[in-house]
C-alpha cells in the first residue's frame, strides 16, 4: 500500500526523529534491515524462521471458536498467538532483533519494559541465542509486575529500576534510548513495538507480519474464503499490524484496531490525563520517541499519561504506519472500556476455554458490542494469554458488578480470606 519502507514515512507520519549522536547506530540497523531482514542476505530470514518453528512453537492454529460464533451468529476464529513460547505475540519480535543483532555482529542487547511483557520476550530470545541482556523498567512497573520481573532474572537478564518522573514505561524508553546512545558500538536495543524511528516500525511488523501469513493462508483452507474482518487490540500496534499487514492490499477486508477506552474518552486536561490510551481515536499529531505519530497531547503539545486496566496498551503514542492507515480509512479505530474488557475477559475464558490477556480482551468486547459490524467471517488476533493478569482480574473484577464474574467465594470457605470476594452468577 501507500507505505515507503525507503525513508521510513507513512503519509505525514513516522521518521527518525532522534539526537545526533543515536544516527550512527540508526543508519546501522537500516542498513542490516535492507541486508538481513528484506534480502535474507546469509540465510537470515531462513535462520529467523526455523527459530520460530523450533524455539517458538509456529505455526499457530486458526482455531474456530464455536460458542462466540453460535452467540453472535457470525462466524469467528481465533488466531492464537497465546500459543506462542512465553505466552503473546511478543517473541515474534524479540527473536527476530536479538537474531538480527547476532548478525551484525552485536553483543549486548538492552531492552525496555512496562507491563513486563516484551522485556520477559526479550530475555527469552537473548537467554535462547547467548546474549547478555540488561532491560530498563521503572520502578512502579517492577513493583506491580512482579511475576514477569522473576522470569526476567531467572532469564538470566539483568532489570535497571528507573527512578525518575512516574517510574513507568515512558521514562524506561528514555533511559534506554540513552544506555543505546552511551553504547553504540557493541548494543542494540530491541524496540518492544511497531513505534520509535525508522526503521523499527517496518521491521517491527516485517517480523509480527508472520501472523497474518499464516492467518490468510489457514482462513482460506479453513473457511474457503478471506474473512470480512480482522480484529485486533492496539496498544503501540505491534499485534494489530502484525495480524493486519498480509490482508493489507485486500480491500474488501474490514481492518479494526481497537483501542482500549479505560474508563473514560474525557481528558482531564489541567492534570494532563487522559483516563484511555485511544491515541487513534482521540490523539493528534505530535512526535514521541523518535516518530511523528497519533498522540495523547494536551493543547501545549506536553504528552498526556494514559490509562488502561490492560498494562500492555497503556501508552500514549500508536505506530506510525497504524496512524497512516487510520487516516487512509483502510484501518477503523474503535475503542471499549475497562468495564466491557473485563466481561470479556470473563466470557472467553467460560465460553471457550481460553483465558486471554487483557488486552486481547479489548478486541472481544469490541466484537460484543458490535456483532454486525463484522460481516460472515471474522478474524480475531489472541494476542496473548492472561496468566500475567489474574491477579488485576480478580482485583478490577471484586470492585465491579458485573452479571459474567466467577463465584471467588471458595476462598472464604477455607478462611483463606477473599482475593475480592464477589457473589458470581445465581
Ligand atoms: C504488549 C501486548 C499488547 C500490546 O502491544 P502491541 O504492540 O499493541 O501489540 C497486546 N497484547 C498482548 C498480549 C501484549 O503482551
Not at 547506530?25 to 537500516?30: D, G, H, M, N, T
Amino acid at each position: 500500500m501507500s507505505t515507503d519502507d525507503t525513508d521510513g514515512s507513512f503519509g505525514q507520519y513516522g521518521g527518525q526523529y532522534v539526537p545526533e549522536v543515536l544516527m550512527p547506530a540508526i543508519e546501522e540497523l537500516e542498513d542490516a534491515y535492507q541486508r538481513y531482514v528484506l534480502d535474507n542476505e546469509d540465510g537470515f530470514m531462513d535462520e529467523f524462521r526455523r527459530r520460530l518453528a523450533d524455539f517458538g512453537g509456529r505455526p499457530l492454529p486458526l482455531q474456530r471458536a464455536d460458542r462466540l460464533s453460535e452467540r453472535y451468529d457470525t462466524e469467528v476464529y481465533l488466531k492464537r498467538e497465546d500459543l506462542l513460547h512465553g505466552g503473546a505475540h511478543k517473541l515474534n519480535n524479540a527473536l527476530g532483533q536479538v537474531l538480527l543483532a547476532k548478525y551484525m555482529g552485536k553483543d549486548r542487547i538492552i531492552a525496555e519494559t512496562g507491563a513486563g511483557q516484551h522485556g520477559t520476550a526479550t530475555a527469552m530470545a537473548a537467554a535462547h541465542l547467548d546474549m547478555p541482556c540488561e532491560i530498563y523498567m521503572g520502578e512502579t512497573d517492577i513493583a506491580r509486575q512482579r511475576p514477569n520481573v522473576f522470569r526476567m532474572k531467572i532469564n538470566g537478564a539483568d532489570v535497571n529500576p528507573v527512578t525518575v518522573g512516574r517510574g513507568t514505561l515512558k521514562e524506561a524508553i528514555s533511559e534506554t534510548m540513552r544506555d543505546w546512545a552511551t553504547n553504540v558500538e557493541d548494543t542494540h536495543y530491541v524496540i518492544g513495538s511497531v513505534v520509535g524511528p525508522h526503521p523499527f516500525p517496518a521491521m517491527v511488523r516485517d517480523f509480527q507480519s508472520v501472523i497474518s501469513e499464516e492467518a490468510r493462508e489457514q482462513i482460506q483452507e479453513k473457511a474457503g474464503r478471506l474473512p470480512d474482518s480482522v480484529l485486533a487490540c492496539a496498544g503501540g500496534g505491534s499485534n494489530t499490524m502484525g495480524a493486519f499487514a498480509h490482508f493489507v492490499d485486500d480491500e474488501a477486508v474490514d481492518l479494526v484496531a481497537v483501542e482500549a477506552g479505560g474508563s473514560s474518552l474525557t481528558v482531564d486536561e489541567e492534570n494532563g490525563v487522559a483516563p484511555n490510551s485511544a491515541s487513534l481515536s482521540t490523539g493528534n499529531e505530535g512526535v514521541l520517541h523518535g516518530a511523528r505519530t497519533k498522540l495523547l497531547q494536551d493543547g501545549d503539545g506536553q504528552i498526556m499519561e494514559s490509562h488502561s486496566v490492560s498494562a500492555g496498551l497503556d501508552y500514549s503514542g500508536v505506530g506510525p504506519e497504524l496512524a497512516h492507515l487510520v487516516d487512509e480509512d483502510r484501518v477503523t479505530p474503535v475503542n471499549v472500556g475497562d468495564d466491557a474488557a473485563l466481561e470479556a475477559f470473563h466470557r472467553l475464558s467460560q465460553d471457550e476455554g481460553i483465558i486471554p490477556a487483557l488486552e486481547t480482551a479489548h478486541a472481544f468486547a469490541f466484537l460484543e458490542e458490535n456483532p454486525e459490524k463484522v460481516g460472515e467471517v471474522t478474524i480475531v488476533n489472541v494476542s496473548g494469554r492472561g496468566d500475567k493478569d489474574l491477579e488485576t482480574v480478580i482485583e478490577e473484577t471484586a470492585k465491579r458488578d458485573l452479571d459474567i464474574a466467577p463465584d471467588m467465594s471458595v476462598f472464604e470457605q477455607v478462611g483463606a480470606g477473599a482475593l475480592g470476594g464477589q457473589g458470581g452468577h445465581e
